[in-house]
């Protein structure tokens, strides 16, 4: 009897332990994730939510500039903007005019604080976007 208990309860810790571990480190530009500045950490979380997600809905994004330089803003977010919203919709809330001018915003709502609000629809020209968003925020 004791040795049938002995069998018993080896064939159960066999078969509880969890015998794997999964590990993994988040690289991105030779930079792990730990030791990134936040915007660069925000800005990679959001590249994986977009490219591990095969929906198309659109996106509702809130300042995905903060915490960035002006250089990762223009080198790496902008241009990740444009190649992602030929496939979704993407709905930006940003402080930054750069954003939408560099990322060819099709849609610009300018809200400033004393609520006034400027719908600009599909300029081509963006100095003349720039002109807008300027004057709106004074």
């Known amino acids: 009897m004791k040795k049938h208990q002995e069998i ?3 064939t159960k810790g066999l078969l509880t332990e969890n015998w794997f571990s999964i590990s993994y480190e988040l690289t991105y530009q030779n930079d792990t994730f730990n030791k990134m ?10 590249k994986l939510l ?5 929906k198309e809905c659109p996106i509702l994004i809130d300042q995905p500039e ?7 803003i223009y080198n790496e977010l902008v241009a990740y903007l444009k190649q992602k919203k030929k496939k979704r919709q993407i709905i930006l809330v ?16 300018v809200a400033n604080q004393h609520g006034k609000i400027q719908r600009i ?3 081509l020209n963006s100095s003349i976007l720039l002109a807008a968003l300027k004057t709106r925020n004074r």
């Open 121 to 123: 629809r599909t300029v």
């Open 37 to 46: 500045s936040d915007g660069k950490k925000a800005f990679v979380i959001l």
């Open 8 to 10: 018993k309860d080896l």
């Open 94 to 109: 940003t402080h930054n005019a750069n954003i939408v001018v560099n990322a060819d915003a099709e849609e610009v709502v």
């Open 50 to 54: 977009l490219e591990f997600s095969d």
């Open 66 to 72: 903060d915490s960035l330089d002006n250089r990762a």
